[in-house]
Structure formats: C-alpha cells, structure tokens
C-alpha cells in the first residue's frame, strides 16, 4: 500500500508563491509517476502537473505551464509543486496521486493523498 500526505498549502496574496510537498511512504511501484490534481468547489479534479519518478520528465497543465514546477527528491521521497504567480482561480483543493508506469499521462492514478487546501485572494 501506498500513502501520500500533502503540506503546504494555505492561504496567499495573488502574485504570489507557495510550493506544495508529497511525501510518499509504503510499498511503492517498480516503475511509478506522481501527478498534482486540483479541485474547486463545484467543479470536477483536475489535472495540474505530473513527473516521472525515475527520468524526472514532466508535463503540465495549460493554465499552470510556466507558472508551476513540479519536481522530486527521491532522497526524501518527496514531490513538490512550486506555484508562482497565483491567480484567485487557483483556488482550490490540491491531491497528489501515483500511478504505475512511465507514462506521463492526466488518467490511472490510483492512490491518492488528503489534499491541501490553496486559496488565492483577489
């Protein structure tokens, strides 16, 4: 079993920065990638930005892309989202989630942590 626990989040200005951790714990997969995902109130989860825990190859979001970096440490066994330049319609509930693989795709994730909630004021 694999567990995730987000930090970080918490409540900013807009224009500015937070960075998010994803401590990852428990029995993990050969070959695996980690993903942000959002959600706002009334609105469906989101993907926001993933990395490939081995190559470290990413992709992201159109409304994130040169915003936000996502990277890992796999020292620490640790994701993180550094987000820059916030925006109000930032705001939401972030969830790291792993899924098995290399693919670096949006679908498949199939654990997930608590969340951490970002809220961006005007």
């Known amino acids: 079993q694999v567990q995730l626990v987000e930090s970080g989040g918490g409540l900013v200005q807009a224009g500015g920065s937070l960075r998010l951790s994803c401590a990852v714990s428990?029995?993990?997969?050969?070959?695996?990638?980690m993903g942000w995902f959002r959600q706002a109130p009334g609105k469906e989860r989101e993907f926001v930005a993933a990395?490939?825990?081995?190559?470290?190859?990413?992709s992201y979001s159109d409304s994130v892309k040169g915003r936000f970096t996502i990277s890992r440490d796999k020292a620490k066994n640790t994701m993180y989202l550094q987000m820059s330049s916030l925006k109000p319609e930032d705001t939401a509930v972030y969830y790291c989630?792993?899924?098995?693989?290399?693919?670096?795709?949006?679908?498949?994730?199939?654990?997930w942590g608590q969340g951490t909630q970002v809220t961006v004021s005007s």
């Open positions: 989630g792993v899924r098995r693989g290399v693919l670096v795709v949006t679908t498949g994730y199939e654990y």
């Open positions: 428990g029995r993990t997969f050969g070959n695996y990638v």
């Open positions: 990395i490939s825990w081995s190559e470290g190859r990413t």
